[in-house]
């Protein structure tokens, strides 16, 4: 087995102290650690989005294969650096405001991280002013808003047309998704993207880049 395929297999078993030995030692022996990330790491994120969308997975183990990421990419990330080696952009995420669940929205930004993007997550509870104000700051391309309650659906467009109103809405695309939320209501609010998953949301993230 190479290293690249033992990387995989512990990321999708969610192996996050047994991953960092692995990575280390890869990276002590000289293995590229731009090839670590994609081989290894994404490679087995990949198999993981492909198995919790065919419901041969679920939740738990999908967090536990993200916890054996970060793991991986704590070791990882200094020796990217160092090798000029960059993110292939970034994307903001947030669970809109009025809104306090956060567990689909993390389990996006692990999913769309384990593509090689960058994601500044703002939280929870997120007014649009805030999402306006990353979006100024940062070089984001991509804006992923969840909603998890029928009564919080609506601030999604009170973030669309923020960022109309800011002159910004044109630098990024727009993602939306949450348990109410539809492609008609994505529609109806001049969202970009909707997605029903975490993997299919990496999928289509990480499209908007390439």
């Known amino acids: 087995m190479s290293v690249f395929d033992e990387v995989s297999e512990l990321l999708q078993k969610g192996k996050a102290r047994d991953i960092g030995a692995v990575v280390q030692k890869a990276l002590d022996e000289g293995v590229s650690p731009k090839d670590i990330l994609t081989k290894g790491l994404i490679a087995g994120m990949n198999v993981v989005g492909v198995k919790f969308k065919n419901n041969d997975i679920y939740v738990p183990e999908v967090l536990v294969a993200a916890r054996a990421m970060n793991a991986a990419l704590t070791i990882l990330r ?37 593509t090689g993007i960058n994601v500044i997550d703002l939280g ?11 979006v100024r700051t940062s070089n984001a391309n991509v804006v992923c808003l969840s909603a998890l309650l029928t009564t919080t659906m609506m601030a999604q467009k009170d973030v669309i047309d923020a960022l109309v109103e ?32 975490a993997a299919s949301a990496a999928e289509v993230c990480r499209a908007y880049f390439d």
């Open 124 to 134: 929870v509870d997120c007014a649009p002013e805030k999402v306006v104000e990353a």
């Open 78 to 114: 200094p020796a990217l650096s160092a090798a000029g080696v960059e993110p292939v952009g970034t994307a903001i995420i947030c669970t809109v405001k009025g809104d306090l669940h956060d567990i689909g929205k993390n389990l996006v930004k692990m999913m769309i991280e384990g």
């Open 166 to 197: 800011a002159g910004v809405r044109d630098k990024v695309k727009v993602m939306v998704g949450g348990a109410p939320v539809t492609q008609e209501f994505a529609d109806q609010i001049g969202a970009d993207a909707y997605t029903s998953d």
